[in-house]
């Protein structure tokens, strides 16, 4: 069976040459393995991005069934969970030097896929989701790159304000996203934390859609021990943000819907989902507590049958209790993140 290769110079053209706006749909599709969560990319004109396509209502009778078919036109995946996030509909989005393309709204989506479902023949690749976001991952220690390079440079723009109430209130900022003065992490703050990054042109993406606002901030980066000058892998048109909107939503969604089990095989001992929480919500989780949690609330059943292949003791198998969406309004798995990490 063939696979198609993904566009390399995809263009979301209007339907007639006058239309003014084209509705675009795009996919953040995420699952987990090897205790990484993985994100799905094509390369457009060479550059990484999520897989998207234009909205064409002769074709599709809804957004959804257009997104899934351009998904699997350019990746050979066939979507299972999806759902809708956010209008993306910045003016300049996608931007072009010919200044001709029509204004693009795309309508973004959070998909999440199993393993097993994987196509090892697609065009596409999947990655690493924290290669965009190295400061997300609190599961060991707090990444080094925030108080060496991220914070001071933040400091340094918000100090370079020219009102005082602004830079009081980027100061707030700073400190509420990343941790400081006394405030917890909040790990369902990514959106929050990738938009200040590109306000003050931390970000690959801020000075290549800014380059007159941003001068100096390149060099600045690698004068602070940056490896380069940008921070987390660049993606196409805002594909960064619409990513860092799925993330974030997925984080939050876990604790208050089964959405985690959308990423979990039939079944899966308690330490693998475990592991998958912890590599999605990038924080290490107290193991008792994450047992016990899961236990009184019925989430999980035991299926009577164990598996060697952790390599340890044989591990009992659960698979998750369906019936818990009619029970409870919002069964999802309460997290408590384990002190001192």
Known sequence: MSHPSPPTERRLEPAAHDAAVVIGLNAAIIAVWDETPHVLGVRYEGALGL??????????????IGLRRWVEEQTALKLGYVEQLYTFGDRGRHAAPDGEEPHVVSIGYLALTRPAELSPHAAAEWHSLYRHFPWEDHRGERPAL???????????????????????????????CFGLEGRPWNEDQVLERYELLYEAGLVCEARRDRPEQHKGVADALVAHGAA????????????????????????????????????MADTFSLFELQQT???????????????????????????????????GRPAELYRFRREILRERPAPGVRMSPARGR
């Open 277 to 311: 929480v912890e590599a999605v919500s990038g924080v290490h989780l107290h193991k008792q507590n994450f047992r016990r949690l899961l236990t009184q609330t019925g989430l999980v059943e035991p299926t009577g049958t164990v598996t060697t292949k952790t390599g």
């Open 51 to 64: 897989p998207f396509g234009p909205f064409e209502p002769l074709r599709h009778r809804t957004m959804e």
């Open 146 to 176: 925030i108080d060496a390079i991220i914070v001071p440079m933040l400091r340094d723009w918000a100090n370079g304000a020219d009102e005082r109430g602004l830079k009081a209130r980027r100061l707030d900022r700073i400190h509420l």
């Open 228 to 263: 380069s000058a940008g921070l987390g892998d660049a993606m196409v048109h805002d594909h960064r943000r619409i990513l860092a909107t799925a993330m974030g939503r997925l984080r939050a969604k876990l604790k208050y819907r089964p959405v985690v089990f959308e990423l």
